[in-house]
């Protein structure tokens, strides 16, 4: 069973860098195929794709925010972070983190940027 | 970037009659198109993925189709528990792009 779980704080101010991490289980980074990725969702608004981290370290971002964003990987410790600098209050949204393949994603976590 | 399109807005359904989604591409996806029902409060669910292929544990009710820029979603019975927000996106290209989103609602 995949499951995912996206942690990281809930309340950040503007100008402030965010960090998110994923902890994962039932499948590893490490296999052909497989990636990781972050999805975005304001409040009563659509998805967003943010970033993707595949097996072999290959990394996608969204172009409108390629220089805000940054994902890592640690395969040992089946964790994925994404870090987001400069944060706005146009970045509230829920979090979420998800295999690749979209058949597994997590919970979802809240984070509201205000002063 | 592929801009992803869906209609209706809204569809208000009564509970057993049969739910036509539609999404469209703003360019050939193949069939690199995947559906997701949303409900309040909780992640997206994946339904259907390679156009038409029902995800583990989906009901025979839900069925997908189409190729290229356009796309069909079929719920041919809605039960309570289908009422939620549908969304469709494409995996052909990065950036990976959604829909805005079709809710079903009860008539």
């Known amino acids: 069973q995949i499951t995912l779980k996206e942690s990281g704080p809930t309340l950040v101010k503007p100008t402030q860098t965010l960090t998110l991490t994923c902890t994962f289980s039932?499948?590893?980074?490490?296999?052909?195929?497989?990636?990781v990725g972050w999805i975005r969702q304001p409040p009563g608004k659509a998805l967003e794709w943010l970033a993707l981290?595949?097996?072999?370290?290959?990394?996608r971002y969204s172009p409108s925010l390629k220089s805000r964003l940054t994902i890592t990987k640690d395969t040992s410790k089946n964790q994925v972070v994404l870090t987001m600098t400069n944060m706005d209050p146009v970045d509230t949204a829920t979090y979420y983190c998800?295999?690749?393949?979209?058949?597994?994603w997590g919970q979802g976590t809240l984070v509201t940027v205000s002063s | 970037e592929i801009v992803m399109t869906q209609s209706p807005a809204t569809l208000s359904v009564s509970p057993g009659e049969r739910a036509t989604l539609s999404c469209r591409a703003s360019?050939?996806?193949?069939?690199?198109l995947a559906w997701y029902q949303q409900k309040p409060g909780q992640a997206p669910r994946l339904l259907i993925y390679?156009?038409?292929t029902r995800a583990t544990g989906i009901p025979a009710r839900f069925s997908g189709s189409g190729s290229g820029t356009e796309f069909t979603l079929t719920i041919s019975s809605l039960q309570s528990e289908d009422f939620a927000v549908y969304y469709c996106?494409?995996?052909?290209?990065?950036?990976?792009?959604f829909g805005p989103g079709t809710k079903v609602d009860i008539k």
């Open positions: 998800a295999h690749s393949t979209g058949v597994a």
């Open positions: 039932g499948f590893s980074l490490s296999t052909s195929g497989v990636g």
């Open positions: 981290i595949y097996w072999d370290d290959d990394k």
């Open positions: 360019q050939s996806v193949s069939s690199n």
């Open positions: 390679g156009a038409s």
């Open positions: 996106q494409q995996y052909n290209n990065w950036p990976l792009t």
